[in-house]
């Protein structure tokens, strides 16, 4: 008897644990995923079903995930093959982009233990017992998000936006449950062309909003359109699967639908555990409990009536039997026959791609497939206007200065600086200005060579006067044997014509070889794929000129630097402009070491242009203050001075020199000289300089007058000409220079300065 019971309490415990007698198989799944799991959508409550299932069922096998699989075929044909290599035995098909590929693969391995969950909506007709098919069955939900939208809305319009044709089903439901709940709502539609592009979707509900819609339906992965509904000021609905009012909050998210995959994951799961996996099923998405979709609450902001009605509505749609949505005499204008029960088909409500057209009070609006149009993303009008304005202020500057000029011309301070060349470096200054106004323009093929030859040719003209009239100085007073030197504007306008034109031959160059023209470019700076801007741009063989244009232009800023050395010594302030050049040229240095360091940094074109544009004006304009603010104020504070000479007493010119050496002994015969028993004494007297005018009337004229004082002071040093007369055979006129010489007089011709 004992033995009965012992053999009786064994075999109800091996009963009661039948988990024994049951084949224990690891389950090891894999996700296929059409886009990212972080769109808290579709593709984050698969991932969040796939994390779920693993820690509810302990699996010890780590489960799998592959995204944006809808990026490109091969993706997701790696996607399957790395699944099966690493040992997936239960493999979810979750995107209709991949179901033709995911078949294909449950044929290649139909004999292998390997277990399928694949998104579609009928059965494949090929024999495959392993093959699960989820349909996920939306159109109820849409139904009732419509049917939401309509009561909530108030312009009496909505939207809705999908992948594609191939999805008008969901938006034909949406339509149906707005028809039901508002008899004369206009609905608006547009197609994307693709499950996850939140460009593209952001775009498409802005343009339907802009129609008039308030309220948008979509079948996107992504909640771009919702997005855009709620920056428009409206409420957004959740039709992602995800409970939206999480994310947005509930003052945004008027009603969400729910899809809960965590359910099915376990129950297919616990199959492939068990080995007992249903052979040609079929799982259907449904709102009744266990049917993985469900309605998250209301925003506050829904009234209370409004709720109650749509509770009503959700009711009504749990009745399988039921289907408002494919049950509509609009079916037969686009080419469908009704059933006995005034329906279509659930193959032809799924299988149709035409949006329905509407009736006598309601109307329906299909834009198609929307694409975002490239819009052209130009300067901002703020640094436009702003280089621009400054530039014309600065012209106007340099026109009222050359008027100055004009009008003043015959003013010592004027006169000295040579008129001609002033207005040569004025006429350069407004070129440069000129430049910069187009430099900040929109580029175009016409605009990015005209910037170039602008800027260039505007410094050469101000740069090649300034040094070409300050080597005169420095020829005139570096004169340590006090030749007459007769150097007049037409012989200086050779040396500027020459330098422009060396300008103008490597610009030529550099636009013939390099090709200077406008492109247009995307994905530069922060442009978006559908922006794009011009930039000017050259050929390789053009960089060889420029880099000549650059070394050109650095020579010049050498030899400034050299001429304003080499005149610093000139013991006249008027015809001194040393410290100006200097300061000119420190200034254009500075800004170019300022310059090459940000154009070679990442930085977008318009800072590059504004840079460009900025340091050409600041360096162009400080050059003007430096050089011709001075003069203007002594004008002002210290008078016109008309056709005076210029005195110095300083010993710092050749010419101060010269004669110093000659007082202090430094020369053999600067004490004195004996010439048939003469002596010729060097007084210690001041040193005049006296300057001609800068026309050529003015220096004959003083050629004259010159000559007339040399005659009529002929007797004064009769004794000494005679002298040196007869020993030298000098002229009457070089009898005069001489006495004026060992007098301590010295006279200079500036011939033009």
């Not at 849409?142 to 992948?163: C, D, E, Q």
Request: glycine share 6%; aromatic share 12%; proline share 2%.
């Amino acid at each position: 008897m004992k033995n009965f019971i012992l053999i009786l309490f064994l075999f109800s415990f091996l009963f009661l644990n039948n988990s024994i007698f049951v084949k224990s198989i690891p389950c090891k799944i894999a996700v296929l995923l059409s886009g990212d799991f972080s769109d808290l959508g579709y593709n984050y409550q698969f991932n969040e079903a796939r994390v779920k299932t693993e820690s509810i069922l302990k699996l010890t096998d780590f489960s799998l995930y592959y995204k944006n699989l809808d990026e490109s075929e091969q993706l997701a044909e790696e996607a399957f093959q790395d699944a099966i290599s690493k040992g997936a035995n239960l493999i979810v098909v979750a995107s209709s982009g991949q179901t033709a590929m995911g078949i294909k693969y449950a044929n290649l391995y139909k004999d292998k233990d390997i277990y399928w969950i694949i998104k579609t909506s009928a059965r494949p007709i090929d024999d495959l017992p392993k093959v699960a098919v989820l349909d996920f069955n939306t159109d109820r939900a849409h139904f009732i998000l419509g049917y939401f939208s309509a009561k909530m809305s108030k312009t009496g319009v909505v939207g809705f936006v999908s992948p594609g044709e191939y999805m008008a089903s969901n938006g034909n439901a949406y339509y149906l449950g707005a028809l039901a709940a508002r008899e004369d709502i206009t609905f608006v539609t547009t197609f994307t062309g693709s499950w996850f592009n939140p460009e593209v979707a952001y775009k498409a509900a802005q343009m339907l909003i802009s129609n008039g819609a308030d309220f948008l339906g979509m079948s996107q992965d992504d909640m771009s359109v919702q997005q855009a509904v709620i920056d428009s000021g409206s409420l957004g609905l959740g039709v992602t699967g995800y409970p939206t009012r999480l994310t947005f909050g509930s003052a945004n998210i008027g009603l969400s639908y729910i899809t809960d995959w965590t359910d099915v994951f376990i129950k297919y799961a616990s199959h492939v555990i068990n080995d007992t996996w249903p052979a040609y099923d079929y799982y259907r998405t449904s709102l009744n409990p266990g049917g993985s979709l469900l309605f998250d609450e209301y925003s506050y902001l829904v009234s209370t009536n409004i709720r109650s009605i749509v509770d009503k509505e959700i009711n009504v749609l749990k009745n399988e039997s039921f289907f408002p949505f494919r049950c509509n005499p609009m079916y037969i204008d686009i080419g469908f026959k009704l059933n006995v029960n005034g329906c279509i088909s659930y193959k032809e409500f799924e299988s149709n791609n035409q949006v329905l057209k509407g009736n006598k009070l309601s109307k329906t609006i299909n834009f198609g497939t929307y694409t975002i149009p490239i819009d052209f993303v130009d300067y901002s009008s703020s640094m436009k206007y702003g280089i621009t304005i400054t530039s014309a202020i600065c012209i106007f500057l340099c026109i009222l200065s050359m008027i100055i000029v004009m009008v003043f011309r015959k003013a010592r301070i004027i006169k000295s600086a040579s008129p001609a060349f002033c207005l040569l470096i004025l006429i350069g200054c407004i070129i440069i200005f000129i430049g910069c106004i187009i430099f900040s323009q929109s580029p175009d093929i016409e605009n990015c060579r005209a910037r170039v030859w602008l800027l260039s040719i505007g410094y050469t003209i101000f740069l090649g006067s300034l040094l070409v009239k300050n080597w005169r100085i420095w020829l005139l007073f570096d004169n340590p044997k006090l030749k007459k030197r007769s150097i007049t504007n037409w012989k200086l306008y050779p040396f500027v014509a020459g330098i422009l034109a060396v300008d103008v031959l490597i610009l030529a160059f550099w636009q013939g070889l390099g090709n200077i023209r406008s492109e247009s470019r995307i994905g530069i700076d922060s442009l978006t794929k559908y922006q794009y801007t011009n930039v000017c741009t050259s050929d390789d063989q053009g960089a060889v000129a420029l880099y000549i244009l650059l070394v050109f232009h650095g020579i010049k800023l050498l030899v400034a630097c050299f001429i304003s050395f080499k005149i610093k010594v000139v013991d006249i302030e008027e015809f001194n402009e040393s410290k100006p050049i200097a300061s000119s040229v420190y200034i254009i240095t500075f800004c170019l070491f300022i310059v090459i360091p940000l154009m070679v940094s990442p930085q977008s074109i318009a800072s590059q242009v504004t840079t460009i544009c900025v340091c050409a004006i600041v360096t162009t304009l400080i050059s003007m203050i430096l050089l011709f603010g001075s003069k203007f104020y002594k004008m002002s504070t210290q008078g016109l001075a008309l056709n005076q000479t210029f005195a110095s007493n300083s010993k710092s010119s050749s010419f101060s020199q010269s004669l110093e050496k000659k007082r202090t002994g430094e020369e053999d015969d600067s004490e004195s000289s004996e010439d048939n028993g003469k002596k010729v004494v060097v007084t210690q007297q001041s040193v005049l300089a006296h300057f001609s005018s800068d026309t050529e009337d003015d220096v004959e004229n003083d050629q004259k007058r010159q000559l007339e004082e040399e005659i009529e002071n002929v007797d004064e040093n009769q004794e000494i000409i005679q002298e040196n007369f007869e020993e030298k055979s000098v002229s009457v006129v070089q009898s005069k220079r001489l006495s004026n010489q060992l007098q301590g007089e010295v006279e200079i011709d500036s011939n033009n300065i």
